[in-house]
């Protein structure tokens, strides 16, 4: 497989502009990535621009805390899907898991997948605010749910994906698709994500890591 499709390439600023989008859309027609990924405002118009390409669009729920309700994120589901959202990237509620209210962030997936209606469903983490022992738990978690990711990171938090957290998530995630996101700018963090036992990748800086170039970004 090309490197190229093992990319989610990213656009999740805050104060991304239209013109910004458009140069993100023709990064992704130039190096066919497997999909992209943007903030909710924008999936309609990335569906529309990349219709007949192949290229899926994705989007986030619960992004970046995870704190909302189930019933927002639902919503925010239902809401991207209708848009015509490809992919969907959910945020667990982070703080129930650390309670140890498993049940909670179970239905809560459960209820994301459900709405996403067969879609690609990633479930982030955010490893940067769990134990070992928290990584290990959300990875059981995930695996008996029909979600089709565990991804590490939204990028927001105070690290991103580590080498040693995609290998707990790859061994305990019963056979789920492992994608790391966060920190990941060059070629050299891409093949070390891949190496730990990632399936995807995502960053903003996929152009640069197709052709082996630097810069600084998500």
Excluded: W
């Excluded at 996403?116 to 990584?135: H, N, Q």
């Amino acid at each position: 497989m090309n490197i190229n499709e093992l990319i989610d390439h990213t656009y999740l600023k805050a104060f991304g502009t239209r013109k910004e989008i458009d140069l993100f859309l023709q990064q992704a027609r130039e190096y066919h990535f497997q999909s992209i990924c943007v903030n909710p405002i924008y999936v309609r118009y990335c569906h529309e621009a990349l219709a007949g390409t192949g290229i899926h669009v994705g989007t986030v729920v619960g992004f970046p805390l995870g704190a909302n309700t189930t019933e927002t994120k639902v919503f925010e589901t239902l809401n991207a899907v209708k848009n015509g959202a490809d992919e969907i990237d959910m945020v667990i509620n982070i703080g129930e898991l650390k309670s140890g209210n498993y049940d909670y962030v179970r239905t809560e997936i459960d209820a994301v997948v459900k709405a996403a209606g067969g879609r690609i469903v990633k479930v982030v983490i955010e490893t940067c605010y769990l134990s070992d022992a928290e990584i290990v738990a959300a990875s059981e978690l995930i695996a008996k749910t029909d979600a089709t990711y565990i991804k590490t990171s939204t990028g927001y938090g105070s690290e991103g994906a580590t080498k040693a957290a995609v290998q707990l998530m790859k061994k305990h995630g019963g056979g789920k698709q492992i994608m790391a996101s966060g920190g990941i700018r060059t070629r050299m963090d891409f093949e070390r994500m891949l190496d730990a036992g990632a399936n995807r990748i995502g960053t903003s800086n996929g152009d640069q890591i197709v052709k082996n170039e630097s810069r600084s970004g998500y």
